[in-house]
């Protein structure tokens, strides 16, 4: 397909975006207008995506054969990858639950909340505040089922979600009050892949094959705008074909409580030979059905006693006897 398609597309659907995609799709058409080169050049220079004498340097080429050979192939072209895995489920998540937030601020007027997920803070994703309190939330969708848990934690694969270990140290330190609200959901890709990727035009299809070939500089901003908006674009369409989403909350406090109490929990420390058992990433397993609140009871907590109830229990302290030894 001409390039000049490939670029109009990618300019229309990610409007904005910082990608160095964008930044030479743009750059691929100001040639093909006759604007002139060390205008296009300071225009590369300067969206960062490179030096000034390595733009100046690839223009002609880019003139002669096109853009899209200097945008940086993915390493990886598996699930790790793939935006429809990692964050298509996550942004429909978090879209669910909005929903809930809005509920929630229609049973107790006193609330309100920030939208947190466009402002670099990795932990959180929306905070439900009421006067000075503060309720940071991070949504997690667990869309993989984690068939070995019964041998490597000791839960059942269906009463199972992880914790990434690093995260919750971080959340402690930064957000104490932080909570995983947390969407168990193994049907969910199934669903995007039937019901909202065939929704996509013709710009959106060349857009989001290109995604998923090529990454580059600032590829997440591209990701996050194409996934975001696709899933703002056609939420009408596909909220009624997903699962209504059974929120369960966790601390971060007791998510490293429960590492602390069950080392078994979180293999690489507990188990031995973790590599050769699942993802090299060091989680700790929580069980859904027995240390997890539901939303609904949360809810009601909120909307009866505000958010002090649910703060106070996040910070709840008992004494205990625990070992300290001098040697």
């Excluded at 995260?167 to 947390?182: D, G, Q, W």
Aim: with cysteine; net charge neutral; aromatic share 10%.
């Amino acid at each position: 397909m001409a390039e000049d398609i490939i670029a109009e597309s990618l300019l229309k659907v990610l409007k904005g975006s910082r990608w160095i995609g964008v930044n030479l799709a743009q750059a691929y058409l100001d040639q093909i207008k006759g604007v002139e080169k060390d205008t296009i050049a300071r225009y590369l220079y300067e969206s960062g995506c490179m030096t000034f004498a390595r733009a100046k340097e690839i223009l002609p080429r880019i003139q002669s054969s096109g853009f899209i050979q200097f945008i940086p192939s993915r390493k990886k072209l598996g699930s790790a990858e793939n935006p429809i895995t990692k964050l298509f489920p996550a942004a429909i998540t978090e879209q669910s639950f909005l929903i809930e937030i809005d509920s929630l601020r229609a049973k107790r007027p006193t609330l309100d909340y920030e939208d947190d997920r466009f402002s670099g803070h990795t932990l959180v994703d929306f905070t439900i505040t009421e006067e000075e309190l503060r309720l940071p939330v991070n949504v997690k969708n667990a869309g993989t089922r984690f068939e070995n848990a019964k041998q490597l934690v000791g839960l059942d694969p269906d009463d199972c979600v992880p914790i990434p270990v690093y995260k919750a140290y971080n959340a402690i330190e930064k957000e104490p009050n932080l909570v995983y609200s947390i969407s168990v959901d193994y049907s969910l890709i199934e669903t995007i892949n039937q019901t909202l990727i065939p929704q996509f035009n013709e710009e959106e299809k060349r857009t989001w094959n290109l995604l998923n070939s090529y990454s580059g500089t600032r590829i997440r901003d591209a990701e996050d705008k194409f996934v975001y908006g696709m899933t703002i674009k056609y939420w009408d369409l596909l909220y009624p074909k997903i699962n209504k989403a059974n929120f369960r909350l966790i601390s971060a406090r007791k998510s490293i409580r429960i590492l602390q109490k069950h080392p078994r929990r979180t293999p690489g420390i507990g188990l031995r030979a973790w590599g050769t058992g699942a993802s090299a990433e060091v989680n700790v397993h929580i069980s859904v059905l027995d240390e997890t609140k539901s939303w609904n009871e949360i809810f009601d907590r909120i909307c009866k006693n505000g958010l002090k109830d649910i703060i106070s229990a996040i910070n709840r302290k008992r004494t205990e006897v625990v070992y300290d030894p001098e040697i």
